[in-house]
């Protein structure tokens, strides 16, 4: 015969006490800087628009200053760099979508 095992509350003595199938996120996680970069890939995408890459530039520039300046992004090395990404995209962008648009404004 065998003996009985109690059970605790679903919790066997291999697993944490977290869930592992789910990953926790930190609840002080910013997107911003990862929206910069994207603002900043997409001025630079589309600077053959007449001035959707010159507001999407000065979009991404905007939310990475605006990404930089908050205290849990300095704090993280990663986004601290994706908003640094994201401001010199949107520079980048910037310039293009000028260079691109001083020609067709001259035929306005």
Same mark, same amino acid.
Do not use: H, K, Q
């Given at each position: 015969m065998?003996?009985?095992?109690?059970?605790n509350?679903?919790?066997?003595?291999?697993e944490?006490?977290?869930?592992?199938?789910r990953?926790?996120?930190?609840?002080?996680?910013?997107?911003l800087?990862s929206?910069?970069?994207?603002?900043? !890939?997409l001025s630079i /995408?589309?600077?053959? &628009?007449?001035?959707?890459?010159?507001?999407?530039? $000065? =979009? #991404?520039?905007?939310?990475?200053?605006?990404?930089?300046?908050?205290?849990?992004?300095?704090?993280?090395?990663? !986004?601290?760099?994706? /908003?640094?990404?994201g &401001?010199v995209?949107?520079?980048?962008?910037?310039t $293009? =979508? #000028?260079?691109a648009?001083?020609?067709?404004?001259?035929?306005?």
């Amino acid at each position: 015969m065998t003996a009985a095992t109690p059970r605790n509350s679903g919790a066997t003595g291999n697993e944490s006490s977290s869930n592992p199938a789910r990953p926790r996120v930190p609840r002080g996680r910013s997107r911003l800087p990862s929206v910069s970069v994207l603002l900043g !890939a997409l001025s630079i /995408a589309s600077f053959w &628009v007449s001035g959707v890459g010159f507001i999407l530039g $000065v =979009s #991404a520039v905007v939310c990475g200053a605006l990404a930089t300046s908050r205290s849990g992004v300095a704090d993280d090395e990663p !986004a601290s760099l994706r /908003a640094l990404l994201g &401001v010199v995209a949107g520079v980048a962008g910037i310039t $293009v =979508s #000028a260079t691109a648009l001083f020609p067709v404004l001259a035929y306005l």
